[in-house]
């Protein structure tokens, strides 16, 4: 199973794991670019980080991560916030970024998420 139940997303971050979520792509200044979420724990809380990079992948290159970033330094978030809680953080990610509740996953399974994108057109 490729989704985090509820539990899992607390379970994962209780043991020092952050959880992600793919958002899709977007166009910056011309180019092909790509939106994903992180949610990592923090001492007495929850940080929701943004990431955006320029589509650089296909088939064969998957790791996101490696991308340039739209703005920034590799490996730089986009927007970070700091949540008091895990449902804070969810709420903010939903309300903010679209992120589907249901479309959580474990760190690194993103780039599974980021094939299905490709194969259905980058769409």
């Known amino acids: 199973m490729r989704y985090l139940l509820p539990w899992s997303i607390k379970s994962?971050?209780?043991?020092?794991?952050?959880v992600e979520q793919f958002?899709?792509?977007?166009?910056?200044?011309?180019s092909p670019a790509l939106?994903?979420?992180?949610?990592?724990?923090?001492?007495?809380?929850?940080?929701?980080?943004?990431y955006?990079?320029?589509?650089?992948?296909?088939?064969?290159s998957l790791d996101l991560y490696d991308f340039s970033e739209v703005d920034g330094e590799q490996?730089?978030?986009?927007?970070?916030?700091?949540?008091a809680t895990?449902?804070?953080?969810l709420t903010l990610a939903r309300t903010e970024y679209g992120a589907n509740p249901?479309?959580?996953?474990?760190e690194g399974v993103i780039q599974d998420e980021y094939r299905d994108y490709i194969a259905r057109g980058r769409r």
């Open 35 to 50: 939106r994903w979420l992180t949610l990592q724990p923090e001492d007495g809380g929850v940080t929701l980080l943004l």
């Open 75 to 83: 490996g730089d978030p986009a927007a970070e916030h700091s949540c």
């Open 23 to 30: 958002l899709g792509g977007f166009e910056h200044d011309g």
């Open 86 to 89: 895990l449902e804070e953080a």
């Open 12 to 18: 994962a971050l209780n043991r020092g794991r952050p």
């Open 52 to 60: 955006e990079s320029y589509d650089e992948g296909g088939e064969d």
């Open 102 to 106: 249901d479309r959580w996953v474990n």
